[in-house]
Nanobody, 124 residues
Framework: VQLQACGGGLVQARGSLRLSCAASGGTFSSYSVGWFRQAPGKAREFVAVIGWSGHSTHYGLPAQGRFTVSRDNAKSTAYLQMNSLKPEDTAVYYC??????????????????WGQGTQVSVSS
């Protein structure tokens, strides 16, 4: 499975961005899709994940109440809507796929394939 993340950019604090993660080369609906981020000098951080059907989601603490994960299996694409952005949200955001059978709380090492990342920069 190849993943292409896009939609990042520079936005002012309290602004919004929507990231997309387009998949190809596999059965998209066979996977949960997770979003992670990594800021310079910091460890990779879990952001959100959505189950294969789109009915189940799980969010990391920084994303709760501000970010929404969704997917369109017909388009083999997942989305991360980010609202009320803060400077501390600045990071490279990655999408990755988790095979069916793994719970939504699975660690990053369980994800099979990763996209190349898209930069999100939030100015104060």
């Amino acid at each position: 499975v190849q993943l292409q993340a896009c939609g990042g950019g520079l936005v002012q604090a309290r602004g919004s961005l929507r990231l997309s993660c387009a998949a190809s080369g596999g059965t998209f609906s066979s996977y949960s899709v997770g979003w992670f981020r990594q800021a310079p000098g910091k460890a990779r951080e879990f952001v959100a994940v959505i189950g294969w059907s789109g009915h189940s989601t799980h969010y990391g603490l920084p994303a709760q109440g501000r970010f929404t994960v969704s997917r369109d299996n017909a388009k083999s694409t997942a989305y991360l809507q980010m609202n009320s952005l803060k400077p501390e949200d600045t990071a490279v955001y990655y999408c990755a796929v988790l095979p069916i059978g793994y719970g939504l709380g699975s660690p990053a090492m369980q994800y099979d394939y990763w996209g190349q990342g898209t930069q999100v920069s939030v100015s104060s």
